[in-house]
């Protein structure tokens, strides 16, 4: 079965910083990745995804990830923190099931974005 | 246009109630899931749905818990004899297909408090 790990459950920077949150997953087979992010009070929306395209994946807001399949992670980073950039960020697996698919979600981080 | 909504927003109920949590998703989205993300935790599947089959209910906890979806649109979550460890944000999402990359649209969530 695949799963995820997310390394760190709170992760705090300042205004400016470099943005890195990790990620890494198990499968067996070729995976799709994903990051979602929650803002306060509002539902999940898709960062970025990595469909066996391109291993350098751009989203939303700034956001990229790398898939590196030697190391089995997907990391997310942003260069620059904003302070709108505070929200819980999800990564996730797409598992293949019976007509159709589940995604297998890790625990998540929390970033925080000190002034 | 319209996302996914989810009724009622907030639930409260004693132990031992029977609840129904609602999910409309974006029209024309043929795949739907249900997922439930307790405190601290990444959203946890419950159900997919296909158009009006159940696809995987492998994630729905034990048999108090069914979701329908009859008419292959609105889905209503039942969970029979609730229990306080029920309490959580349940999630609902849909999907335009059951292709393994597509993107999942999130509800806001129903928060459900069993007291």
């Known amino acids: 079965a695949q799963s995820v790990t997310q390394l760190g459950s709170h992760v705090s920077v300042s205004e400016g910083a470099l943005v890195l949150l990790r990620c890494n997953y198990s499968s067996s087979v070729p995976p799709y990745l994903f990051w979602y992010v929650q803002y306060p009070n509002q539902g999940l929306q898709l960062l970025l995804k990595y469909t066996s395209a391109a291993t350098l994946v751009k989203g939303i807001n700034g956001f990229e990830a790398e898939f590196k399949k030697s190391e089995t992670s997907f990391h997310l980073t942003k260069p620059s923190a904003h302070m709108r950039d505070a929200a819980e960020y999800f990564c996730?697996?797409?598992?293949?099931?019976?007509?159709?698919?589940?995604?297998?979600f890790g625990a998540g981080t929390r970033l925080f974005v000190k002034a | 246009g319209a996302g996914v909504s989810q009724t009622p927003s907030n639930k409260v109920t004693e132990k031992g109630k029977y609840v129904e949590l609602r999910c409309d998703p974006i029209s024309g989205h043929t795949a739907l899931y249900w997922y439930r993300q307790s405190l601290g935790q990444g959203p946890e599947f419950l159900i997919y749905?296909?158009?009006?089959?159940?696809?995987?209910d492998s994630g729905l906890p034990n048999d108090r818990f069914f979701a329908v979806r009859p008419e292959g649109s609105v889905s209503t979550l039942k969970i029979q004899r609730t229990e306080r460890g029920d309490s959580a944000v349940y999630l609902c999402?849909?999907?335009?297909?059951?292709?393994?990359?597509?993107?999942?649209?999130f509800g806001p969530g129903t928060r459900l408090t069993v007291l």
């Open positions: 999402a849909s999907s335009p297909g059951q292709g393994i990359g597509n993107e999942q649209f």
């Open positions: 996730a697996v797409s598992d293949r099931i019976t007509g159709g698919f589940k995604t297998i």
């Open positions: 749905f296909q158009g009006t089959g159940a696809a995987d």
